[in-house]
């Protein structure tokens, strides 16, 4: 069986063109603790998408949650901090509200997000500006949701309708 799926991975064309490339060489590992699920939560923006999708929407809000690794996202046509604060409101709390949260200091990460999490008593950090990889867990949640939608997206205006599969 498995020789099997070799040589099917070998003859899918769009596999090949999307296979992850290994750039950087191993390094040591460093496990994390959490103390339970859908306390640590880390936020980032994909965007500007081009071209845009078929309503408009060129942001992409992803959310991931460090213990289950479990991924929440949404599209926008223009994002604001108003506009992450509903997320966190509607698509994290919905789990409990968390006790950390990890975001970038992106313009979209300001008032209104701040003050929510200071509602909630919400802790958050923010990761380098000058090495944002420092957020690894969400970058790495970021090019797997683009690898995906570049896999089942077939023309360029649809992947507002993929995003739900991508996840």
């Known amino acids: 069986m498995e020789e099997d799926y070799i040589s099917f991975v070998r003859k899918c064309h769009k596999c090949q063109i999307h296979a992850n490339r290994m750039n950087i060489p191993p390094s040591k590992l460093y496990s994390m603790t959490l103390p339970w699920p859908f306390s640590v939560w880390g936020i980032d923006v994909i965007g500007a998408v ?4 078929s309503n408009g929407h060129e942001f992409i809000l992803v959310a991931i949650e460090y ?3 479990w991924v929440e996202a949404q599209s926008y046509v223009m994002l604001k901090a108003l506009h992450v604060a509903k997320f966190i409101r509607n698509n994290i709390c919905q789990y409990g509200v968390p ?3 990890i975001l970038d200091n992106s313009l979209h990460f300001k ?3 701040v003050d929510l999490l200071d509602k909630y008593n919400v802790s958050f950090h923010k990761s380098s500006t000058y090495r944002p990889q420092t957020n690894g867990v969400v970058e790495a949640a970021n090019k ?4 995906i939608m570049r896999k089942i997206v077939e023309t360029n205006r649809n992947w507002l309708d993929k995003l739900s599969f991508a996840l």
């Open 50 to 53: 081009l071209p845009k999708g």
């Open 67 to 69: 213990f289950t690794k």
């Open 99 to 101: 006790n950390e949260i």
């Open 111 to 113: 008032k209104e997000v």
């Open 144 to 147: 797997n949701v683009k690898n």
